[in-house]
């Protein structure tokens, strides 16, 4: 009897200490994060799209304390990456940051079809900058101004060349050539400074560029109006294109289903750091403007309304799809 009493005691004993320790444990494992978060940014190491993630992944390793990488996935304009992030784990550590313009809304619009869907495959984080883009030209170019361009464009007869590292850049220069009856030609280009060399070396004659580009002229902005980060360059409307306005937004997105007390640390992180004067201060030399607040289910309308924009733009342009 006396033995079985003391089974009994130890057994109540052994079940009292898990229960005492589970709920430690249990936290334990719902810590976020515990361990390294991987960025994925569809453009190449030194790009503006880069930048921008390597400077908000920088505000998160700061707040978690833990290491970020940021993993450049480059190719079929920006759509590995969104792969790659679409099919990960939803645990928060493998997120992507980059241009929900281009990886979302244009290629929905000149892709027949994407490996993942932008509506369903992500839950959108937050929102962090926009910038307009601008009609470039190689530094030393005889051409000094958009009106200057569309001569050249019309004088070569269909044999100018335009590059493009990316969607935005060649909706919105086949957007142009729809809406003053241009002939060009593009050239698809792995990589914005892959595209900045070629302008500079003569193998393509403009390309339509974000405002990191400062080898070369930017004649005019892809946005109607002018913008306080560019100064001294023209809007769309000021030099005759009517209706044209637009320009790249870019935020961070994880895997559909990850935790919401995940996202909403990671929203807070970032939003932060989007607010930041330090972020104002650096990015408005870039010719970038920080956009903050657009955050979760709210991002997502915004997103779906930018996707049928995009597939209108297209239409009216009759931009071929890839």
């Known amino acids: 009897m006396e033995i079985q009493n003391r089974r009994r005691r130890s057994l109540?004993?052994?079940a009292a200490i898990l229960i005492v320790s589970a709920p430690a444990s249990i936290h334990a494992e719902?810590?976020?994060?515990?361990?390294q978060i991987t960025v994925v940014n569809g453009n190449a190491a030194g790009s503006g799209p880069d930048i921008i993630a390597r400077h908000f992944s920088e505000a998160v390793r700061h707040k978690s304390g833990q290491t970020v990488?940021?993993?450049?996935?480059?190719?079929?304009?920006?759509?590995?990456?969104?792969q790659r992030v679409a099919q990960a784990r939803p645990d928060g550590y493998t997120v992507l940051m980059?241009?929900?313009?281009?990886?979302?809304?244009i290629n929905s619009a000149i892709f027949k079809s994407l490996p993942f869907d932008p509506l369903v495959d992500f839950d959108p984080i937050t929102s962090t900058i926009t910038t307009p883009f601008a009609f470039a030209v190689a530094e030393n170019s005889k051409i000094g101004s958009f009106a200057e361009l569309v001569k050249m464009i019309r004088e070569?007869?269909?044999r100018a060349l335009f590059g493009?590292?990316?969607?935005i850049s060649l909706a919105a220069a086949e957007l142009l050539k729809h809406r003053l009856n241009l002939e060009a030609v593009g050239v698809a280009f792995k990589s914005i400074p892959d595209t900045h060399a070629a302008l500079a070396a003569g193998e393509i004659d403009f390309f339509v560029s974000d405002l990191t580009f400062r080898r070369g002229k930017l004649l005019a902005l892809t946005t109607a109006e002018r913008s306080p980060v560019a100064e001294g360059v023209p809007g769309a409307r000021e030099v005759g294109l009517e209706d044209f306005d637009l320009y790249s937004w870019f935020g961070v997105w994880a895997p559909r289903g990850t935790p919401e007390d995940v996202k909403a640390k990671l929203a807070g992180w970032i939003e932060e750091s989007v607010r930041s004067e330090a972020t104002r201060v650096k990015f408005a030399a870039m010719g970038y403007v920080p956009w903050p607040g657009v955050n979760g289910e709210a991002f997502r309308t915004f997103t779906a309304a930018e996707i049928k924009k995009w597939k209108a733009i297209v239409e009216i342009a009759k931009i071929p799809t890839l």
């Open 12 to 14: 109540l004993l052994a």
């Open 30 to 35: 719902e810590a976020y994060p515990s361990r």
């Open 69 to 82: 990488i940021v993993e450049n996935k480059v190719g079929a304009l920006t759509n590995i990456a969104s």
């Open 98 to 105: 980059g241009s929900g313009s281009s990886a979302f809304a």
């Open 156 to 158: 070569k007869k269909g």
């Open 164 to 167: 493009y590292p990316n969607s």
